[in-house]
């Protein structure tokens, strides 16, 4: 199975910052790389597909990229709305698996 | 609009098995797998499975081989994902998702999720 590392577990940010998760595959997935926003209580978003591909609707503050095994989810200036628990997922191969998460907290 | 109904929650004991159902609706039912995802509390997202509602075809996580069956009824446009020999730790929120319209392995639209609760 392709295990997903991510970069931090939890961080604290306040409003207007620029934030950035990392996302690491165990072994080479491509661009089969997909970002969820969850929020407490509620079911997983789709933000990003195909490493870099913004999901309809999503705004674009957002921003994905890497390929390979290196990963990033960029958040560009961060509004309260965006305070969630944020997850990569792979879908190069099965069984699809998921990052741990990283919980984005208000500072 | 795509959207995906899942029931709200379920009680079963141990040792028995749940049923839990996803129903389509706003999209071509046969055009898109459907996942399933458990999250159990306070936990990150394992996913289980998928069907293709088009043949019925399916694909399983190892982990849930021989426990997890999902089929789908044509007729109502709702997959249905059974878990048997239900154990404490199998206590989760069960969601279906919809595959990519450009990569069925991937997933756009979820479900609000059931909660299954296993307890003697």
């Known amino acids: 199975d392709i295990q997903m590392t991510q970069s931090p577990s939890s961080l604290s940010a306040s409003v207007g910052d620029r934030v950035t998760i990392t996302c690491r595959a165990s072994?080479?997935?491509?661009?089969?790389l997909a970002w969820f926003q969850q929020k407490p209580g509620r079911a997983p978003k789709s933000l990003i597909y195909?490493?870099?591909t913004l999901q309809s609707g999503v705004p674009s503050k957002f921003s994905g990229g890497g390929s390979g095994t290196d990963f990033t989810l960029t958040i560009s200036s961060l509004q309260p709305e965006d305070f969630a628990t944020y997850y990569c997922q792979q879908y190069n191969s099965y069984p699809l698996t998921f990052g741990g998460g990283t919980k984005v907290e208000i500072k | 609009q795509v959207q995906l109904v899942q029931p709200g929650a379920e009680v079963k004991k141990p040792g028995a098995s749940v049923k839990v159902s996803c129903k389509a609706s706003?999209?071509?039912?046969?055009?898109?797998?459907i996942h399933w995802v458990r999250q159990a509390p306070g936990q990150g997202l394992e996913w289980m499975g998928l069907i293709n509602p088009s043949g019925g075809s399916t694909t399983y996580a190892q982990k849930f081989r021989g426990r997890v069956t999902m089929t789908r009824d044509m007729s109502t446009s709702t997959v249905y994902m059974e878990l048997s020999s239900l154990r404490s730790e199998d206590t989760a929120v069960y969601y279906c998702?919809?595959?990519?319209?450009?990569?069925?392995?991937?997933?756009?639209?979820w479900g609000q999720g059931t909660l299954v609760t296993v307890s003697s």
């Open positions: 706003g999209y071509t039912f046969t055009s898109s797998y």
């Open positions: 072994q080479d997935i491509s661009t089969y």
């Open positions: 195909a490493a870099s």
């Open positions: 998702a919809r595959g990519g319209e450009n990569n069925p392995s991937r997933s756009d639209y």
